[in-house]
């Protein structure tokens, strides 16, 4: 089933399929999965547990490559990249914002920051100056900003991790289950900041939750069952 | 913040695991150093050795041995004959006398004893050469006998005191003169100066000579340090022994000569002299001394090898442990190259902390951990070489005595006294081989997880 939106397409999926070896045989975790997001759009991916919404969020991201099937990201297929075509790809077209943060724990907020921005190529005063405009952006404060992980809350840390997200100014940022770690309330906190930065940035977010009342205020939600794309919810 | 300043700051994220792995690395990197150190200390030892010890040849006159025996001396021309053998750097010729009461005015500084009075009943109640109260012969009364006193010709003089290595004499005041001059100039043991109330510029009555003392030894035992040495020509020309010689070590160029050079001097001299060689003593200074360096060899393998898989080990052990955060980099943009030099930095920082212990470690430890080889291998070498091989120390009755044979006394004390020096450049060379080891194990272990796909790596957590 092919799922198209109006607009500019962003990302365009086509027949992606992913399988796995396993000790029973070959387990299918996408099976002939197409769908369009336009330019700017704020898109959600919903489905029970097992369904494939993380394996589909790693091949958007490139950590991973499909069995059969084809990603094309702001006109670029992903299937033609090169591993070293592929990092470049990871760090400067895409940000990933992970349901428990992955922030690295011996530094701080500010140089989780800088972390992209580092492997992008920019220079040390510029990265400083971005990540704190970054942090205060997201709500972290001056003080905050010098902490390491382990001495943030868990909104607190999703807020570094957005932050590091947008670092390299993506086109695209991914989110696995933002909120799944965080209280209702933190949760719609983090929710309303990427809305917010998809306006204001023009930045395509695809977001892969369980949680359907955030899946509801999304542009346009996607549906996955056991693999299978089954239907959107339209687009806004 | 970059790789590198990140690499540093990770090698001290758990303070507890960087003291743990500096100080297993410190330790092996420490003991590897004082191996080295060790194996380099023994083999210029064993240069020095073979430089020394296997190039010298005894002569000694058929039938004599000291004042025991029988034969007749050697003569100058027959040294001349030797002289001009090839392979021969050089021959230290000594003459050898006693004095007696009837001879000098000074005395020994060793008491005879109930030995040096029964030794001199045996050979025959003395001749003009000893001194004792009694006139008979037939029954001498040797309440008041004194040793007579040995004095030695040479063209060598500190090397020529008897019972005594070379390296055990010391000068103690005045000079060396030129032994192959004739002139009425001694070195005088320490002992028989004390005795004798004598100091350097001291004049004693020898052979009816006023003999002036231009130096006084220290042979290190009571037998040497009771004895007088003069210049070869002067002993000869006193004691009317004009072209004898009692005793010669013949120098030459190399240890390898040493069999062929041996026989040649034999032909020379025929059956007129005793030749013997340090061959032997040579072959077992050096096969401990070889023995040292095989096991300073092996453990210094022993130890480098466990400083690297220490090295490989915590590297794998430390990559492992974050394979997530490698995942977590690669997703961000991290390339493997860049994920391989932080994890390197990493290592390299705990190596050079862990190498900068270990040279003080191994600096301190090298001359011990030596000498403590050196001991274990040579004990049963010392216990087998000085009875039989070269000139016995102690109380030698009359005193006297040839030098006939190289003493290997000093060449053994001289592997038990093993220092270590502390190289700039083999610490340069240790140190650059444990930063090597380092960033080879470490890029290692980093390069196997950096291929991990980041997708894989983070599923697994």
């Known amino acids: ?236 | 913040m970059n790789a590198f300043s990140r690499g540093i700051r990770n090698a001290f994220r758990n303070t507890i695991r960087t003291v743990a792995i500096v100080g297993m690395l410190s330790l092996s990197i420490g003991l590897s150093l004082s191996m080295l150190l060790a194996h380099q200390a023994i083999g210029q030892k064993i240069t020095s050795v073979q430089k020394n010890i296997g190039n010298t040849i005894s002569i000694a006159p058929a039938g004599i041995r000291g004042f025991d025996g029988g034969g007749t001396p050697l003569t100058s021309d027959a040294i001349k004959k030797v002289k001009s053998l090839t392979h021969i750097t050089s021959i230290d010729q000594s003459v050898n006398d006693r004095l007696g009461s009837d001879t000098t005015n000074i005395q020994s500084s060793i008491d005879a004893g109930s030995f040096g009075r029964r030794q001199f009943r045996n050979e025959g109640g003395g001749g003009g050469d000893v001194a004792f109260g009694g006139e008979s012969r037939q029954a001498p009364d040797l309440t008041n006998f004194t040793l007579p006193i040995p004095v030695t010709g040479s063209t060598n003089p500190l090397g020529s005191v008897s019972g005594s290595s070379d390296s055990s004499v010391t000068l103690v005041s005045g000079n060396v003169f030129d032994g192959s001059k004739d002139a009425d100039v001694a070195l005088m043991g320490k002992g028989i100066a004390d005795k004798n109330s004598l100091k350097t510029g001291s004049t004693f009555a020898a052979y009816g000579t006023t003999i002036t003392v231009s130096g006084i030894f220290d042979g290190g035992n009571t037998f040497s340090n009771n004895q007088i040495i003069m210049p070869l020509p002067t002993i000869q020309r006193l004691s009317s022994q004009s072209n004898t010689i009692t005793s010669a070590i013949v120098h030459i160029d190399s240890a390898v000569n040493l069999g062929s050079t041996t026989n040649a001097i034999k032909n020379a001299l025929g059956s007129t002299a005793d030749i013997t060689n340090d061959a032997d003593t040579a072959k077992a200074t050096l096969g401990s001394l070889q023995n040292i360096q095989n096991v300073s060899l092996f453990s210094l393998i022993g130890a480098a090898g466990t400083a690297a898989v220490i090295i490989l080990l915590t590297m794998v052990m430390i990559v492992r442990e974050r394979r997530r955060e490698i995942g977590i980099l690669k997703a961000i943009g991290a390339s493997n190259v860049r994920v391989m030099l932080q994890f390197t930095v990493e290592s390299i920082t705990l190596t050079v902390l862990a190498a900068a212990i270990g040279i003080i470690i191994g600096s301190l430890a090298a001359t011990p951990v030596t000498k403590l080889l050196a001991n274990n291998s040579t004990s049963d070498t010392t216990a087998s070489q000085t009875a039989p091989v070269g000139e016995r120390p102690g109380p030698r009755l009359m005193g006297g005595g040839f030098r006939t044979h190289f003493n290997n006394n000093g060449a053994i004390r001289g592997i038990k006294n093993l220092r270590a020096n502390v190289d700039a450049s083999i610490l340069g060379y240790g140190f650059g081989s444990a930063i090597l080891i380092a960033a080879i194990g470490s890029t290692a272990a980093a390069g196997l997880i950096a291929k991990v796909r980041p997708s894989e790596v983070m599923r697994a957590e």
């Open chain 1, 1 to 236: 089933m092919t799922v198209a939106t109006k607009g500019q397409a962003m990302l365009t999926v086509t027949n992606l399929t992913r399988s796995f070896a396993s000790g029973d045989g070959l387990v299918t975790a996408l099976k002939d999965v197409s769908f369009e997001i336009p330019e700017g759009k704020f898109a959600s991916i919903v489905g029970r547990s097992g369904s494939g919404k993380s394996t589909l969020l790693s091949l958007l991201g490139g950590l991973d490559k499909p069995t059969s099937g084809n990603i094309i990201v702001d006109g670029k297929s992903l299937a033609q990249l090169r591993d070293h075509a592929l990092i470049a790809y990871r760090c400067s077209t895409i940000g990933f914002v992970f349901q428990n943060y992955n922030l690295i724990p011996n530094l701080t907020a500010l140089e989780n920051v800088m972390l992209p921005m580092e492997f992008n190529g920019h220079v040390p005063h510029e990265r400083a100056a971005r990540s704190k405009q970054l942090l205060d952006q997201v709500g972290l404060d001056g003080a905050k900003q010098q902490r390491k992980p382990g001495r943030l809350s868990g909104g607190e840390q999703q807020r570094v991790a957005i932050a590091r997200a947008l670092a390299n100014k993506p086109k695209l940022i991914l989110a696995d289950e933002p909120t799944g770690n965080l209280d209702e309330q933190t949760g719609k906190m983090i929710f309303d900041l990427l809305h917010s930065l998809s306006r204001s940035e023009n930045t395509t977010i695809v977001a892969v939750t369980h949680d359907l009342s955030i899946a509801g205020r999304t542009d346009v939600t996607f549906r996955l069952s056991d693999g299978q794309l089954v239907t959107d919810k339209s687009t806004k």
